[in-house]
């Protein structure tokens, strides 16, 4: 935080993270309460803070934001999920902020010289593992639809390899703030599961809404926070 603090816009990063944590308190609560109306329109407003907040921090380093700003994108998207359409075009965003993501980490751990040729064999191995573990999984959510499970499979294994990234950095003493990233990794898991159980699921879910908007606000402020502290902090 001392870092941030040094830099030009370091006051106003924080300023609008504190923006992101009371939209983001407030989109948790209407959506605890079944505020519908409410929560739609807090909903974009919290991504928007968070990505002014990281590119006010971290202007040269636009994968991150890239990454916000896709989430944000598909937040506003996925308010209109009835059409089959905008769940495709929002996954699709939602995708390309995870790709965003993942790409930043590779590059944090290439200026520190920790892509070996160790790492990139295992890589590959990793991604056709995590791909077979991910279609009986995406299966039992989608309740069997074979073109959605592919996709979620691919989805999922994305969310995967930065997880694993941002573990092997975290033991090999990169910075701590990495183990952000893995705890975001894992909140996005357990977010986008209930998601998209939800969607192709007739069973009613009790505070559906509520479970994944607080874990996916909770992701994306812990995958930010941790890239932008690891690297002010590098």
Request: hydrophobic share 55%.
């Amino acid at each position: 935080m001392e870092k941030l603090l040094t830099t030009p816009n370091g006051i106003a990063s924080i300023v609008f993270f504190a923006f992101f944590l009371l939209a983001s308190i407030s989109n948790i609560v209407f959506s605890f309460l079944n505020m519908l109306k409410a929560r739609a329109i807090s909903k974009p407003f919290c991504m928007s803070f968070l990505a002014l907040s990281s590119i006010l921090a971290l202007p040269t380093n636009w994968l991150i934001y890239v990454g916000a700003i896709c989430g944000l994108i598909g937040d506003v998207v996925y308010l209109f999920k009835s059409n089959k359409k905008c769940v495709l075009i929002g996954a699709m965003f939602f995708f390309l902020g995870h790709v965003s993501y993942l790409a930043q980490i590779l590059v944090l751990l290439g200026s520190k010289g920790l892509l070996t040729s160790t790492t990139n064999w295992y890589a590959p191995v990793f991604v056709v593992i995590s791909l077979l573990a991910f279609i009986p999984y995406m299966l039992f959510l989608t309740g069997k639809k074979k073109m959605f499970s592919m996709m979620g499979s691919i989805y999922g294994t994305t969310i995967m390899l930065y997880l694993a990234f941002s573990i092997y950095a975290s033991f090999c003493g990169l910075q701590h703030y990495f183990a952000l990233v893995a705890i975001g990794a894992l909140l996005f898991i357990i977010s986008d599961s209930y998601l998209v159980y939800g969607m192709f699921n007739k069973k009613t879910m009790k505070k559906r809404n509520f479970i994944v908007m607080l874990t996916y606000l909770s992701a994306q402020a812990c995958i930010v926070t941790g890239l932008v502290l690891t690297i002010l902090n590098g």
